[in-house]
Nanobody
């Protein structure tokens, strides 16, 4: 079965950095585009970053572009989100996700709190 497991969240001060990791299993990883979403209470889950199957192309929401970097390792079945220059508004639960045959799968989420 499809399984996505995130790790790396935690508490960080504004301006700090965190690296989130997602380990995937249960599907052919190198044929699937991977994404990171985030959600705060009372708000819709929003797409943060996406990366194509080979990692050749990435996309970011406007508010994180230039600060966040999504990457993948198809030998290890992992996708990472490097977050730099973090702001309080980046506080959210971050989810790794994949769309497979019209079904979207989610990890359990990892909480990122940006606060002084």
């Amino acid at each position: 079965q499809v399984r996505l497991v995130e790790s790396g969240g935690g508490l960080v001060q504004p301006g700090g950095s965190l690296r989130l990791s997602c380990t995937a299993s249960g599907f052919t990883f190198n044929t699937a585009a991977m994404t990171w979403f985030r959600q705060t209470p009372g708000r819709l889950r929003e797409l943060v970053a996406a990366i194509t199957e080979t990692g050749d192309t990435t996309n970011y929401m406007d508010s994180v572009r230039g600060r966040f970097t999504i990457s993948r390792d198809n030998d290890k079945n992992t996708v990472d989100l490097e977050m730099n220059s973090l702001k309080p508004e980046d506080t959210a639960v971050y989810y790794c996700s994949v769309l497979l045959r019209s079904n979207r799968y989610w990890g359990q989420g990892t909480l990122v709190t940006v606060s002084s």
